[in-house]
């Protein structure tokens, strides 16, 4: 079935330096890609996605491109900050795998100042 | 316009009580989906319904079960709670499903089982 890896976390950066978190995903389909953002004691937020190969998904500084050869989808930050701190879901939803999406284990991200 | 809304936010229960969920998806918003929440297992989903209709169903037992009423919002029921219920569950609306559309999460509801 369908499913989604990511990298383990945590993450600990300190403020102004590079950010990957690595994705990738296997679907029989053709998957849309999601990346989620949750601070903490909220519910999920929707950071950027991306709707078929090659797509790049932005949003607040942060990049995603649909990679269907590698099947990846790596979340990519030029310089973080400390409001930045959050765990971070790769998602996918596969119109063949039926109404839902499906989430990876999630990444948490430490900014330190 | 108004979020997502769950209710209530926080929850003890004691095992083998029952226990029900309330989502108010965003006005609009047909497509309604729930998620477990817990730091073992991640985001599971457990159900998407879109006009009153089941649509999916992940794979969980049948002590958990929902339904959709006409003006769009949620219930979700777990029957004969067990310690391994405690989690934050999650409800997520979008305009028709989550295929290609964002979905908008509500600030979930926190179960505790004892």
């Known amino acids: 079935g369908d499913s989604v890896t990511q990298m383990e976390g945590p993450v600990t950066l300190s403020e102004e330096a590079f950010l990957t978190i690595n994705c990738t995903y296997t679907a029989t389909g053709y998957p849309s890609l999601f990346w989620y953002v949750q601070y903490p004691g909220e519910g999920l937020q929707l950071l950027l996605k991306a709707t078929k190969a090659d797509d790049k998904g932005s949003n607040k500084g942060f990049e995603a491109t649909y990679r269907k050869e590698t099947t990846s989808f790596h979340l990519e930050k030029g310089s973080v900050q400390v409001s930045d701190s959050a765990v971070y879901f790769c998602a996918l939803s596969d119109q063949t795998g039926g109404f839902k999406t499906i989430f990876g284990a999630g990444t948490r991200l430490f900014v330190k100042a | 316009k108004a979020g997502v809304t769950q209710t209530p936010r926080y929850l003890i229960k004691t095992r083998g009580q029952q226990v029900t969920l309330s989502c108010s998806p965003i006005s609009g918003h047909r497509s309604v989906s729930w998620y477990q929440q817990t730091p073992g297992q991640g985001l599971q989903f457990l159900f998407e319904?879109?006009?009153?209709?089941?649509?999916n169903k992940g794979n969980f037992p049948g002590r958990f079960s929902g339904r959709q009423f006409s003006n769009s919002r949620s219930e979700m029921n777990v029957s004969t709670l067990e310690l391994g219920d405690s989690a934050l569950y999650l409800c997520?609306?979008?305009?028709?499903?989550?295929?290609?559309?964002?979905?908008?999460f509500g600030q979930g509801t926190r179960l505790t089982v004892v």
């Open positions: 997520a609306s979008s305009l028709q499903g989550p295929m290609n559309t964002e979905a908008f």
């Open positions: 319904y879109f006009s009153e209709t089941q649509r």
